[in-house]
């Protein structure tokens, strides 16, 4: 069974422009939490008092899911996390050659060391907390790197090494395929007798995100990181509503409240000031209509011939929309959801083309115009 991390308030609040005010963050949670998601990266305390003070009330919060907290592999930062109370540590530390050499100027044995000196002392200081060590950039490092520093950071007291796919590099069914970076670290720590769970944590760069993802759950990933709207750094993550979908509908995880996505990504989206778009996968506005005048016939007869994920899988409704594309199909299917069935053929035909007049115009046409259109018709002078 595979857990999810949503850090929408961590990674989300990275999206240029973005910040959650405390109680709105308090608001998502709470929805979170009823979805069903198992981990809620709140912030990284460091950052700002503000978030601070963010991590501090969510974690103080009677929620199902556990909080955690974001941190650099330094000590200063692990205590802001535990006075916060989280039960939760996310500990980052890059450590590919290039990373240490331009940046970091250290080399791999000094940064491993410093890693495990961090992981121990957040362990010692709270013998419970779940730690998570990120080697930052994971899948473009040097793997021997990775997997050194991860075993150290395990030995250390580590309980998820996380696999970032930081830049979105990943590509399905490639050498570079997530599939089997998980299985090689997997087997890399078994050999050395380390079995922690793993997590990934898939940046969208290339439009790959929600495929990685996927890619690393067959291979067995024990956690997978989302966020709403695929909110985050540049072209963001994994997009929850679509991750948690495809789970549902495809690979039968049925434990996932879907009917409270809709709710959820209206707060995020008007906290965020990003639109969901149209044409957004499973939540955008568009999901669940159908257009064209052939794909309104055959949906109206029955769904499946234009449809592969059902909208009550999430709570919403299917609608046929009514515009230049329609047909008469079409019309009569949205006369008789009006409560128009009984009408002359001839005035069914007059109603399309009034539809299609409107739908040149760049407009679609809504139910409840319907009966005004009728009543404009037969009230023509003749
Ligand atoms: C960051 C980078 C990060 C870290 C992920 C993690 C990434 O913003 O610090 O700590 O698990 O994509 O590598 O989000
Ligand atoms: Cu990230």
Not at 260 to 279: C, F, M, T
Request: a negative charge.
């Amino acid at each position: 069974m595979v857990q999810i991390l949503d850090a929408t308030l961590r990674e989300g609040e990275q999206t240029p422009g973005v910040h959650f005010d405390r109680h709105i963050k308090l608001q998502i949670a709470k929805l979170l939490d009823e979805i069903g998601i198992d981990f809620i990266e709140a912030g990284h305390p460091m950052v700002t008092q503000e978030i601070y003070d963010a991590v501090y009330l969510l974690a103080h919060q009677k929620l199902k899911a556990t909080v955690a907290a974001h941190s650099r592999s330094v000590k200063k930062d692990v205590d802001l996390a535990l006075e916060c109370g989280v039960q939760f540590i996310g500990i980052f530390y890059c450590v590919s050659d290039e990373r240490l050499t331009d940046v970091f100027k250290k080399d791999l044995s000094v940064a491993i060391g410093q890693i495990s000196e961090v992981i121990h002392y957040a362990k010692d200081k709270k013998p419970d907390l779940i730690i998570r060590y990120t080697p930052e950039d994971t899948v473009r490092s040097q793997f021997e790197n990775v997997l050194d520093a991860s075993a150290a950071a395990v030995e250390a007291g580590a309980d998820i090494i996380s696999v970032a796919d930081t830049t979105g590099y990943m590509i399905p069914g490639t050498e570079r395929s997530m599939y089997d970076f998980i299985k090689r670290l997997r087997d890399g720590l078994n050999r050395k007798g380390l079995t922690p769970k793993l997590a990934v944590h898939c940046h969208n760069d290339r439009g790959l995100a929600v495929a990685n993802a996927l890619d690393a759950y067959r291979a067995g990933v024990d956690i997978i990181d989302v966020t709403v709207q695929g909110l985050g750094e540049r072209a963001g993550l994994v997009d929850m509503g679509q991750l948690l979908s495809v789970l549902t509908a495809d690979f039968g995880e049925k434990r996932w409240n879907l009917k409270k996505l809709n709710e959820l990504y209206g707060l995020v989206s008007r906290h965020s000031n990003i639109p969901v778009p149209a044409n957004f996968p499973v939540t955008g506005k568009n999901a669940f209509t159908h257009c064209a005048g052939v794909h309104t016939h055959a949906a109206s007869i029955d769904p499946m011939h234009y449809e592969s994920l059902t909208p009550q899988l999430v709570g919403r409704e299917r609608h046929f929309s009514l515009d230049h594309m329609s047909g008469l199909a079409s019309v009569k299917y949205a006369l008789d959801l009006a409560g128009m069935d009984k009408l002359e053929e001839d005035i069914i035909i007059e109603v399309l083309n009034v539809v299609k007049i409107i739908g040149q115009r760049g407009r679609t046409v809504e139910l409840e115009e319907l009966p005004e259109i009728v009543e404009m018709l037969h009230k023509r002078p003749q």
